[in-house]
């Protein structure tokens, strides 16, 4: 029943999203991931920016890089620039990607 009710939570794909965030190291990817999963309120504010809540491995927490591709489903109400149309729930697929070119094939593979 959970798998059900799950798909009926999720909208269409035509108001589903794609955003991979790409970048070269220490240019504040993980952060601006941080940022746009407090704003859904899975982490707080406190800890947005610090967190690094998309790197899950021991490795990226304690050197502080992203090393592997991580990805979150996030909602976002968008609002259509024209005022007659209504706004809309949308669920974009958030991927946090790696800066250094140690990882490049990690990143490659986020955009195919």
Request: charged residues 25%.
């Amino acid at each position: 029943r959970s798998l059900t009710k799950t798909r009926m939570a999720l909208p269409p794909p035509s108001l589903t999203r794609l955003l991979t965030i790409v970048a070269h190291v220490d240019h504040g990817k993980t952060t601006l991931a941080d940022s746009l999963v407090e704003s859904n309120g899975i982490i707080s504010e406190r800890h947005a920016g610090s967190l690094r809540y998309l790197d899950s491995l021991e490795e990226e927490q304690k050197r502080g890089i992203t090393m592997r591709c991580s990805a979150i489903g996030l909602r976002h109400r968008y609002s259509p620039p024209k005022k007659a149309a209504e706004p809309q729930d949308v669920v974009v697929h958030l991927i946090d990607s790696p800066g250094h070119v140690d990882f490049s094939v990690e990143v490659t593979t986020s955009l195919l």
